[in-house]
């Protein structure tokens, strides 16, 4: 597969369509899962055990958005959208659930921290994941 130019706010990625499809699909997913019933599980979960969810899925998407974008300006944006995102999706579980899922701020606040988690990741080496992980498989 041959290298793609990526657009000057991204990450020189080999693969950058492949890289920002998995985003979108990742941030896809978070969409899906946050507006269908939550899966009925055998035992019970520890009590605000879904924060840490919420936290982790937010903290993969701006981890994935620290692998795309190199522009500090583009990632601020972003860190914006994806808390916008947590908190536009805890009201439509209120409004569009109907009763299976319900809205919660501390859910919202979990999604918050864990952008800030994420994009946190953007002052430290673990901003080039994507870009290590793509020199290694070219060279298998």
Known sequence: MEAVRPPAAMRALRWPRFWLGLWFLAIALVVVLSLTPPPELDAPLPPHFDKLEHFAAYSALAFGAVQLFA???VLALVA?????????????????????????????????????AG??????????????????????
């Not at 994806?82 to 919660?104: K, N, P």
């Open 71 to 73: 522009r500090r300006s």
């Open 119 to 140: 994009m946190a990741c953007a002052a430290t080496p673990l901003k080039h994941c994507a870009q290590r992980l793509e020199s290694w498989w070219s060279k298998r």
């Open 80 to 116: 914006v959208l994806l808390v916008a995102l947590g908190i536009a999706l805890e009201y439509a579980q209120g409004a569009l659930t109907h009763g299976l899922r319900e809205r919660d701020g501390f859910d919202a606040l979990a999604n918050s921290l864990g952008v800030a």
